[in-house]
């Protein structure tokens, strides 16, 4: 009797599984392959792209470290010749904004909202151009600004950057941290700078999309300096003050701020 009910009772292999089972399973074997591939394709694609940056930092490391020995090389020959090597004016200029909103007239203000400085202690990059100059000149009791250094340039991207990313095209846009490559290239790609290094030689050397580069950062949030201000802070920078232009000083001030 005992094995008679054995035998009726229908084993694993005996069950047929319901054909909707096998098409849900066929289709997860399906997409599980699928992901792996789509995967696999993306290690490779970022593989042949950390290749292709590290060899455009190095080049950029080779450019300004040769532009560098150009400097210091026509430095020489001019004193050897009894003269003076006068170096090519710089053509960007970081701005910060040192000064509140009181006593602002409005064509000072509308100056400051054109140049993106809209709080105390906020600073940009710009191109130094014939008009620009003339803004500066008249926001000048309002900022400090001058001529930053690759030093200084390459902290306040890293340390600060922020962009400027929009999640859709009728959207306000949002500050976003630059902790990816994948986010300047997302934005910037199309101008051929895919990484950090591409963004920062942009605005260093003034490049042909310097404007699309500057506009894609977010204006700096810089902290007060350490061992603040001078005690004349609303006098010219020449008069023992802080506004104005400071030439290359104004790295001093990016460390004390940054």
Not at 27 to 44: L, N
Request: hydrophobic share 35%; proline share 4%; aromatic share 8%.
């Amino acid at each position: 009797m005992v094995t008679s009910l054995l035998r009726s009772v229908p084993t694993q292999n005996d069950i047929l599984v319901p054909e909707t089972v096998l098409k849900k399973r066929k289709s997860q074997e399906k997409e599980r392959e699928a992901k792996a591939a789509a995967t696999e394709k993306k290690k490779k694609a970022n593989k042949e792209k950390r290749g292709v940056i590290f060899k455009r930092a190095e080049s950029y490391v080779k450019e300004y470290r040769d532009a560098e020995r150009e400097k210091v090389r026509l430095a020489r020959v001019a004193k050897q010749q009894g003269s003076y090597f006068v170096p090519a004016e710089s053509k960007l200029v970081f701005v910060v904004r040192i000064k509140g909103i009181n006593k602002i007239d409005p064509k000072k203000r509308k100056t400051l909202q054109l140049l993106r400085l809209l709080q105390i202690n906020s600073g940009v990059f710009i191109r130094l151009t014939k008009a620009t100059m003339e803004m500066l000149k008249i926001v000048e009791p309002f900022v400090a600004y001058g001529y930053p250094n690759l030093k200084s340039v390459r902290e306040l991207i890293y340390k600060r950057g922020y962009g400027k990313v929009k999640a859709s095209a009728h959207s306000y846009p949002q500050r976003i941290a630059l902790t990816d490559n994948a986010i300047v290239e997302e934005h910037l790609g199309k101008y051929g700078i895919v990484c950090m290094e591409d963004l920062i030689h942009e605005i260093l050397t003034v490049g042909p999309n310097f404007k699309q580069a500057s506009n894609f950062l977010w204006p700096f949030k810089l902290s007060s300096p350490t061992g603040a201000f001078r005690q004349r802070k609303f006098k010219h920078y020449v008069e023992g003050g802080d506004l104005g232009n400071r030439e290359d000083k104004i790295n001093a001030l990016i460390r004390q701020m940054n």
